[in-house]
């Protein structure tokens, strides 16, 4: 939960940002940019974007320790990419 408070404080800041730079048409768009951030880190830490044999030779290789720490890490990037990415929908159609 408080990764997704500071998502939705990320994107608020985000979008007050966006606003006072480019006006209310942008409004969507340092949150989108956070948000697209988050989700493409998130992406890459859970092997997401490696083909087959690396995932299967990255398991092989790493420990246990090291597997706990990447998919907490990639949890938290997509708890923080959630927020942001719903707040930049959100502010895109309005």
């Keep these: 939960m408080k990764y997704i408070g500071i998502g939705t404080m990320l994107s608020i800041l985000g979008v007050i940002g966006s606003i006072l730079i480019w006006g209310k048409e942008e409004a969507h ?15 890459l ?6 083909s087959g044999d690396r995932m299967r030779a990255n398991f092989a290789t790493e420990t246990n320790e090291d597997r706990n720490e990447r998919n907490l890490l990639m949890n938290n990037a997509l708890l923080l990419a959630i ?3 719903i707040v930049a929908i959100f502010a895109y159609y309005l």
Excluded: K
């Excluded at 768009?29 to 992406?43: D, E």
């Excluded at 830490?45 to 490696?50: E, K, V």
């Design 83 to 85: 927020p942001n990415i």
């Design 45 to 50: 830490m859970s092997g997401a974007m490696a």
């Design 29 to 43: 768009l340092i949150s989108g940019l956070l948000g697209g951030i988050f989700l493409i880190s998130a992406m």
